[in-house]
């Protein structure tokens, strides 16, 4: 396909140059998750409440998940450079849009601008470069999907301090602000641009296949049968699988969310209470957990398979619920352990889940079946923190204080993470009614072979 044919990677390139390409991208997406830092100046330049500065943070995961969607086909389509640029320039943009509305004092322009363009592309710049990397290391998919998706968990860690940084700089009145948000899309086309260039998708020979293939472990995977993305939603694996992702994001969210405050109120009782300073270093520990579950976990899967290792994020997880319903305010270390835990199985589930999917439905269009599967991620997204600030708010309303204004939230995520491990239980091979006729996908025949731990 002439869109693709530019970027085939001449013979000798060596793959280990697209995870940093993917790398690019996704550290640079990742700046969504340090939205909180322009919340004050905001409210406080423009008058807005904390719902309203908070809009265009919400409208960027809605479009996150809308974009990847109904942009996954495309992606395949054209390719990941093709994707890649359309990512860059919709992110980058996204922050000019935002900077002429800081500018001008018109809200409405920051959240059309950072929410709907630049949340477009931050759905069509989390989805590029998955399949593209599962077809360079289908020795090693989990490990190579975990270090692209570990920068949209790590991409906080440098966006949070630098945007703080530049505001103190240009000051966090409207026309700072505006200077911020303009610097920062500057910066990030140019950061963005480095992985548009540097992408390659391998050569479609069998030969070039058979080398990248050379040493992949022998336990196979689910299947080696290739399904279309409208295929692949008629599937019960399917929305197995978006369950799994569901109630997993959901569990994660729930505490990322309202990570501070949570702490904060969780030992307010307690002989040792949580100041301001300890509670953001708490969220700072839970974004690093975040981030490295995602390329430890998802390394991990390639080795006890992908079945496996959802069965540890939700039985596991749900663990760490029941010990923190259970310990209350009693152990501050305990709690800490148990909600980073949490979120190295949120990070490790976003960055696993590609790897399963190429699993089920093969390579053919797992980067648009992905795309699919995120709206899971915007059912979550809403899912989590409303349960979590529901109960917590009754709690308040109630005259509850510390741990009770949390247990009720915790006992209905340990629920929720049953369904999940039932869900993940009910995953078998695709049937082969379900793939391609041969040749239509990667041109193979297709066959169903159990993979290490699925229980097929």
Same mark, same amino acid.
């Not at 496996?308 to 760490?320: D, E, T």
């Given at each position: 396909?002439? *869109?693709? =044919? ?7 390139? =060596? ?7 993917? @790398?690019? +991208? ?6 969504? !998750? ?26 960027? +995961? ?24 359309? =990512? ?14 800081? $500018? ?10 950072? %929410? ?58 409207? #026309?700072? +602000? ?9 910066? !990030? ?8 260039? /540097?992408?390659?998708? #391998? ?10 293939? $050379? %040493? ?28 799994? /992702? ?45 981030? /490295? ?5 998802? =390394? ?20 760490? !619920?029941?010990? /923190?319903? @259970? ?5 501050? #270390? ?33 980067? *648009? ?16 923190? @409303? ?57 193979? #025949? ?11």
């Amino acid at each position: 396909m002439p *869109a693709r =044919s530019g970027v085939v990677a001449p013979p000798g390139w =060596s793959r280990w140059l697209v995870p940093p390409a993917a @790398l690019s +991208i996704h550290l640079a997406i990742g700046q969504v !998750y340090a939205w909180s830092v322009f919340k004050p100046p905001l409210e406080s330049s423009l008058g807005l409440s904390g719902t309203a500065s908070a809009l265009p943070f919400q409208v960027a +995961i809605v479009m996150l998940g809308l974009s990847a969607a109904f942009g996954g086909t495309f992606v395949e389509r054209r390719g990941p450079r093709w994707a890649m640029a359309v =990512s860059a320039a919709c992110f980058s943009s996204g922050f000019l849009v935002a900077a002429l509305g800081a $500018a001008t004092r018109e809200y409405w322009l920051v959240v059309a601008g950072y %929410g709907l363009i630049g949340g477009t592309g931050l759905g069509i710049g989390y989805i590029s470069p998955v399949s593209t990397l599962i077809k360079w290391f289908p020795d090693r998919p989990g490990m190579a999907t975990g270090i692209a998706i570990m920068g949209f968990g790590g991409g906080a860690l440098i966006a949070s301090p630098w945007s703080a940084e530049l505001l103190s700089a240009f000051g966090t009145d409207a #026309p700072g +602000i505006a200077r911020t948000f303009l610097v920062m899309g500057g910066a !990030y086309a140019v950061f963005m641009t480095l992985g548009v260039l /540097l992408v390659r998708v #391998p050569p479609d020979s069998p030969e070039a296949a058979a080398g990248r293939a $050379a %040493g992949a472990p022998s336990r196979g995977f689910v299947t080696t049968g290739q399904v279309s993305a409208r295929n692949a939603l008629r599937t019960p694996q399917f929305w197995c699988l978006w369950v799994v /992702l569901c109630t997993n994001v959901t569990a994660g969210i729930g505490i990322l969310e309202k990570a501070a405050p949570m702490i904060t109120d969780f030992f307010a009782d307690s002989s040792s209470p949580v100041g301001p300073a300890a509670a953001a270093g708490f969220v700072g520990l839970l974004s690093l957990a975040n981030m /490295l579950g995602r390329i430890v976990w998802s =390394s991990v899967s390639d080795t006890v398979g992908r079945k496996n290792i959802y069965r540890l994020y939700l039985g596991a997880g749900a663990l760490m !619920y029941l010990l /923190l319903a @259970l310990a209350g305010d009693s152990a501050k #270390p305990l709690f800490i352990a148990c909600a980073a835990v949490v979120l190295s199985f949120y990070g490790g589930g976003f960055a696993t889940v590609p790897a399963y999917l190429k699993d089920l439905f093969g390579t053919h269009q797992v980067g *648009a079946i992905h795309g699919r599967l995120l709206t899971a991620w915007s059912t979550a997204g809403v899912l989590g923190p @409303l349960i979590v600030n529901a109960v917590a708010d009754a709690g308040k309303s109630a005259g509850r204080t510390g741990p009770g204004l949390y247990t009720t939230s915790f006992l209905v995520m340990i629920g929720l993470l049953a369904v999940g491990f039932a869900a993940n239980e009910l995953v078998r091979p695709v049937h082969p009614r379900h793939h391609e006729p041969a040749g239509g996908g990667d041109g193979r #025949p297709a066959a169903a072979v159990p993979e290490k731990g699925a229980g097929a």
